[in-house]
C-alpha cells in the first residue's frame, strides 16, 4: 500500500512540472503578450511598460520561468488583478464553500445511483431497467444551468420551499470555525444555522450532482450485468451459497472497481466545474469567482486555478488507487 502511494506521489512531480511549464507558454503566447491581455482597452504603450516591468515580463523567457517556479514552489500564486489579495489566500477563503457543495452533490450521486444502477442491472429487460436508462440519458443530455434555473423556479419561486440562492440566511448570526457552514453549526451547538446552511445546499446540489447520478447509473448498471454472469458467480451458486451472501461479497463488490474509478473522475469535475451551478444560485465559492476572473482576464487566478486543480486530481486518482486494494485484494498482490 505504502509503495503505490509512493509511486503515486512521485508521479505528480512531473505532472505538476509538465502543467506549469504550458501555463507558463500560454501565457506568454497571448496575443500581444500577457501586459497587452492584462489591460484590454487600457494597453497604452506607457501602461505595458509599466506592467513588464512590475511582473517580469521583459527579462529573459528562462530566467521569468524560473522566477515563476519558484514562488509556485513556496505557495505564491500571484495576486488577483480583482481583489489585490493573493490567489491562495482567495482560494482557501472560497474553497469550503465549493467542497461542501460537492460533498453534497456526490453524496446525491453515489446514494441514489449505485443503487440504481444494481436494481437495474438485477431486473434487466424490466420496467425498473428501461426507466433507468432513459433517466440517465436525460441526466446526460440535459445542460447543469438548465436544471439549475428549472429546481430554482420549481422548488424556491413557484414553491417556496427551499432558499433559491446564497449559502445562508444573511440574518442568521452564526459562528464560523472551519468554514463549512453545516459543521459549523453542529460544532457550535447552532442546529438552527446548520440546518438553515444545509437547505442551501440542497437545490445547487442536486443540480450539480444530476450528471455524476447519471454516469453512475450507467456505470453500475453495465458493471454488475459484465459480473452477475462471471464464471464465479455460477460457482458460487451451484455451491448452493445464499443469494445474499453471492450478491454482497460476489457481485457486488467486484463490480466496483470501474464505478470507483467513475466517481474519482466525477469528483475532481464537480469541484471543477461548479461555475455555471454556482453562478445561477449566487453561492459563493470558487466557481462564482473563477467566472468573474474570466470576464475580468484575471490571469493569475486563471493560473493558479488549473493548478489547483491538477493537485486535486492527482490527490483523488491516489484515493481511487487506494481503494482498489481496499476492495480487490488482486490488486495489492499485484
Known sequence: MLRVIGKRLALLVPTLFGLSVLLFLWVRGLPGGPATALLGERATPEAV???NE???F?????LQYFTYMGKLLQGDFGTSIITGRPVLEEFATRFPATLELSVVALIFAIGVGIPLGYMAARHYGKLVDHGSVVLSL??????????????KYLFAIQWPILPPDGRQNPRINATHVTDFYVLDGILTGEYDAAWDAFQHLILPGLALGTIPLAIIVR?????VLEVQNADYVRTARAKGLMERTIRSRFILRNAMLPVVTTIGLQTGLLISGAVLTETVFAFPGIGSFLRDA???LDYPVLQGFVIFIAILYALINLLVDVSYSVIDPRVRVQ
Request: net charge negative; proline share 6%; glycine share 6%.
Open 138 to 151: 436525460i441526466g446526460i443530455t440535459v445542460p447543469v444551468f438548465f436544471l439549475a434555473f428549472i429546481f
Open 219 to 223: 456505470i453500475t448498471r453495465a458493471s
Open 58 to 62: 521583459d527579462e529573459p523567457i528562462l
Open 49 to 51: 511598460a509599466r506592467v
Open 54 to 56: 512590475l511582473y517580469g
Open 294 to 296: 474570466i470576464f475580468e
